[in-house]
């Protein structure tokens, strides 16, 4: 069994400050982890993913994320937001080696203040 | 990149009427497809997956004849509602993924679906 929390339902950064969208997971298997990116009446763009390589994921737009075992994370950061960052963002968990059926988060909604 | 198309991005219709939905994957050839469903403000919900050849995969809740899926190719794969009501009005995704190796899956822009 696998599971996504996203700690937070709306995150307000101002732009040019840093992006934190916390993840959390749980999984039987070792696990591919994805961040998806969906603007409003869109569909998700892949953002980055892990598979088992290195820990730290470099993605587009300047995001990356975290792989930590210890502490099943695996945040997503910025380090300066653009106003084009306000989305919906969505952690998405794959056990890898089985039928590789994607697990989603609830989803955070990010607000970039001018 | 992977390019994933949906069709239509937008239906309104009148109750009882059945509407498909075409998932088309452009450049590169898919085994499975998925299909979810997002309801507003929402994360996405798989409904079922569908398989090249053969019969789709349904999530438990989901009602297999009332969501038809077909995948008759290896870039094409339909979703039909069927007698459509307007508690099915909702924001229907389809996925695909790449034939061979762990690649992640490829979403349309989704269809937005009205029932009036």
């Known amino acids: 069994a696998q599971s996504v929390t996203q700690l937070d339902s709306h995150v307000s950064v101002s732009e040019g400050t840093p992006v934190l969208l916390r993840c959390n997971y749980s999984?039987?298997?070792?696990?591919?982890l994805f961040w998806y990116v969906q603007h409003p009446n869109k569909g998700l763009q892949l953002l980055l993913k892990?598979?088992?390589?290195?820990?730290l994921v470099k993605g587009i737009n300047g995001f990356e994320a975290e792989f930590k075992k210890s502490e099943t994370s695996f945040h997503l950061t910025k380090p300066s937001a653009h106003m084009s960052d306000a989305a919906e963002y969505f952690c998405?968990?794959?056990?890898?080696?089985?039928?590789?059926?994607?697990?989603f988060g609830s989803g955070t909604q990010l607000t970039v203040l001018p | 990149g992977a390019v994933v198309s949906q069709h239509p991005s937008r239906v309104i219709c009148k109750s009882g009427t059945s509407v498909k939905i075409e998932c088309r994957s452009l450049d590169f050839q898919a085994t499975t497809m998925f299909w979810y469903r997002q309801f507003p403000k929402q994360s996405l919900m798989l409904m079922a997956t569908s398989n090249e050849g053969s019969k789709a995969t349904y999530e438990q809740g989901v009602e297999k004849d009332k969501f038809l899926i077909n995948h008759a190719s290896l870039t094409l794969s339909t979703l039909t509602v069927t007698s459509a009501h307007p508690e099915d009005s909702s924001f229907y995704i389809c996925s695909a993924r790449p034939v061979g190796g762990n690649q992640p899956q490829h979403f349309g822009d989704g269809t937005r679906l009205s029932i009036l």
């Open positions: 892990y598979t088992s390589a290195a820990t």
């Open positions: 998405v968990v794959s056990a890898q080696g089985t039928a590789r059926q994607l697990t």
């Open positions: 999984s039987s298997y070792s696990p591919s």
